[in-house]
């Protein structure tokens, strides 16, 4: 079985780089710096059936990259969760948070209305996470 | 540097045994089958901050109680995070999730009221826990 993207998430979101054999997209919601990252391995829902050597990539990825955007963004917080009710396949979010944010001092998932990147926007921010995340 | 358990954490939670330096408590509310992590190291805030080895731990420990967890409870899916936009001294939340439970199919985070365990929930479910979940 080979891997795919989630249709959910091909739709939401935007792939920045793969690194330790992740997918990292940028979710299309420009309220909110918010990556995605999916370990590319098929039909896989918890943290804790991914093999060995797979956990440890992913969490040193998730790690790296947290840090990363908290230094980028300078944020105040940062949340990191790998829910799954909606979209099965395995998923880690990362998204960088602000007092001053759409969502403080709530949880993100369903708050309000989604804003999408416009072209402009969208393309300055991946050419910026290319930048400064691991690879 | 002493490590203390946020006061906030200690109202809503009971120690169920502690795991890899980390502790590990019930959320004391019977709506969820609601575990939380803390590391148990003075002034943190987010995971990259754990030195190497606490990581190891921490991760290992986030892997093994969740799958612990799913299969004591059955759980249609894991909810595994890391906010802490209201508490900030870093703790993971792990919890059982159904696809009949009073979130569904949005995360549990301040959704409708608390309800407490009883002292006999509350006894039964704290040795069932420390039953199942590694030491």
Not at 32 to 57: A, K, M, N, R, S
């Amino acid at each position: 079985m080979t891997f795919q993207l989630h249709p959910k998430l091909r739709e939401d979101t935007h792939l920045i780089t793969t690194a330790a054999d992740c997918q990292v997209l940028l979710m299309d919601d420009a309220r909110f710096p918010w990556l995605v990252l999916v370990p590319q391995v098929p039909d896989i829902t918890e943290l804790y059936e991914l093999g060995e050597q797979q956990q440890q990539h992913t969490y040193r990825a998730i790690l790296r990259i947290s840090e990363a955007l908290a230094r980028h963004t300078q944020a105040d917080k940062m949340n990191v969760a790998a829910l799954g009710n909606q979209v099965p396949q395995l998923h880690i979010h990362i998204i960088a948070r602000y007092r001053t944010d759409a969502a403080w001092p709530g949880p993100v998932w369903g708050v309000g209305q989604v804003k999408r990147y416009t072209a402009t926007e969208l393309e300055r921010t991946k050419n910026a996470l290319v930048t400064i995340l691991p690879s």
